[in-house]
């Protein structure tokens, strides 16, 4: 029964559900991410008048000046984003990890690179089919009110209107190179560590909430090791629609080191850390197959994967900060 093979259609929608709930509850924590990631920018474009000095200040600051309903904005961006993008990723896992197959004599370190090839390979395909909504949602999570309490923006097709009429379709891809970049570390981390450090640490009769801590863990690390990528990305994407543009990610990680430091490629990567239990949650939630709850698979799975996203909820994502 738990050893059922679920089909993709099947994969797609449980994969799609999970990331679409666990967004939604984690709206606020990721639009206040992005405000403080992106501060600078907006500073330049002169829709913030002062740095935020922490997710507190950002946090209250928004709340006074937008209300509470405002920390949803661009989650529905969001939500249409990540629902391709985490199915396509669990729905192509193991086709894109047959390609890179290897015998189960197979020296660890060769298993452990095609397992970050193959997860790498996974979120820079997915990436390519919903990279325009990912600006979308950046530039409607940071287009705060101005000080006449007008905004850039009206909504998502607004967003694709003005950035098309400004920019042209490229407008919607700025930050693109990078963001493959990025995403091939991410989830090559991701999945990869994932896979390779299950079999190692935890056996082949793991719990639960110890998938669960394991998948937190791993998250922690690939969130981190490439936040340096996302802050350039996204800074990136706040310059379609602007006079003046970065000349590639090179150029803008130079400036963002020159002229604010180091430190300021990873603000609110403390955010980041909360966001990131929702992906823990998820990649927990399908990978386990114990404790059946129905005689169906596919009920047993989404089953387990939104009482996943639940308990982040409840716990405040104790686990990864972020985004």
């Known amino acids: 029964m738990s050893n059922q093979k679920l089909g993709f259609a099947e994969n797609f929608l449980l994969s799609g559900v999970a990331a679409a709930v666990s967004k939604t509850a984690a709206a606020p924590i990721e639009r206040v991410k992005l405000l403080v990631q992106n501060q600078h920018e907006m500073i330049k474009q002169g829709r913030l008048d002062k740095p935020y000095s922490g997710v507190v200040d950002c946090t209250t600051r928004t709340l006074k000046s937008e209300g509470v309903v405002a920390f949803w904005r661009g989650n529905l961006a969001n939500v249409l984003r990540y629902f391709p993008t985490q199915a396509l990723n669990f729905a192509f896992k193991d086709t894109i990890k047959s390609v890179f197959k290897t015998a189960k004599d197979a020296p660890q370190t060769e298993k452990f690179a095609k397992n970050i090839l193959s997860g790498g390979c996974a979120g820079s395909l ?52 990078i963001s493959c970049v990025g995403i091939f570390i991410y989830r090559g981390m991701y999945f ?132």
């Open 126 to 177: 997915s990436l390519t089919f919903v990279y325009s909504l990912d600006y979308a949602r950046t530039r409607l999570a940071n287009d705060a009110k101005s000080k006449d309490g007008k905004r850039e923006f009206n909504g998502l097709i607004d967003v694709y209107t003005k950035t098309i009429k400004s920019d042209g379709v490229q407008g919607l891809y700025r930050g693109f190179t």
């Open 192 to 323: 990869g560590l994932y896979d390779s450090l299950k079999p190692i640490l935890l056996g082949s009769d793991a719990g639960l909430f110890a998938s669960f801590l394991l998948g937190w863990a791993v998250t922690i690390t690939s969130g981190l090791m490439s936040y340096p990528i996302d802050t350039i990305r996204r800074r990136m994407m706040m310059t379609s629609g602007q006079a003046v543009k970065y000349n590639g990610a090179i150029d803008c990680g130079k400036q963002i080191l020159k002229n604010e430091g180091f430190m300021s490629m990873m603000k609110g990567a403390g955010a980041n850390i909360l966001r990131g239990v929702a992906g823990a949650g998820v990649l927990a939630g399908f990978d386990n197959d114990k404790y059946p709850l129905t005689t169906h698979p596919s009920l047993i799975r989404l089953h387990r994967e939104l009482i996943h996203h639940h308990s982040i909820s409840e716990t405040n994502r104790s686990g990864l900060s972020i985004l």
